[in-house]
């Protein structure tokens, strides 16, 4: 399976042109993320160095293609006021 790591909206290579060219669906996107190379740097997880990071959201739904056998997914992010305080 294909997943995108620090996928971008609008990115110069588009995700139709990924898919044409290597003959295979995109089953997962990772977006870019700033925390995680904070993190890195920090030598912390990323959820302690940004609660809001959108690579927890993309990296859990990435992880239900290995745990549910989902084919692909989508990027869903939650616009509801303060939902990430609730998660």
Known sequence: RLILNQWEKGAEVSDRDIETNLKIPIAARLRR??????????????????????????????????????EQVDITPDRRAFSWLFK
């Open 33 to 70: 993320d700033e925390s995680c190379q904070r993190s890195v740097s920090l030598g912390q997880l990323v959820r302690d160095v940004s609660s809001r990071s959108s690579f927890h959201a993309d990296i859990a739904a990435a992880a239900s293609l290995i745990t549910e056998g989902a």
